[in-house]
């Protein structure tokens, strides 16, 4: 199973970005998908998650009515839309896929979830 995330860059404060993941190794389609990000010195947390059908979301209240988790099951691949970005954004952005349906009360931890992609970077200038 491969993760391979992309998308990340330098942006200004208020532009947005689209991050990538693309799945391969697997049925994609069976899975939920999560993303995640890591600032220098801080914990992995938790952004969004998406159902392996896409029909049900959920987010971090520090990115709800920014950012949006979607995905296209044709093309293995899950996306995170991230709009009015801000400097505390500034991150390595994770995407994560997990074999099994998780609670709301489990989707939030890193550990829950099977495979991870390498990640890529966003910074969001000031």
């Known amino acids: 199973v491969q993760l391979q995330a992309s998308g990340g860059g330098l942006v200004q404060a208020g532009g947005s970005l689209r991050l990538s993941c693309v799945a391969s190794?697997?049925?994609?389609?069976?899975?939920?998908m999560g993303w995640f990000r890591q600032a220098p010195g801080q914990e992995r947390e938790f952004l969004a998650y998406?159902?392996?059908?896409?029909?049900?979301?959920d987010y971090a209240d520090s990115v709800k009515g920014r950012f949006t988790i979607s995905r296209d099951n044709a093309k293995n691949t899950v996306y995170l839309q991230m709009n009015r970005l801000k400097p505390e954004d500034t991150a390595v952005y994770y995407c994560?896929?997990?074999?099994?349906?998780?609670?709301?009360?489990?989707?939030?931890?890193?550990?829950?979830?099977?495979?991870w992609g390498q990640g890529t970077q966003v910074t969001v200038s000031s």
């Open positions: 190794g697997l049925t994609f389609s069976t899975y939920g």
């Open positions: 998406i159902t392996y059908r896409g029909r049900g979301t």
């Open positions: 994560a896929l997990v074999q099994r349906g998780l609670s709301a009360g489990e989707r939030w931890a890193p550990t829950e979830y099977d495979y």
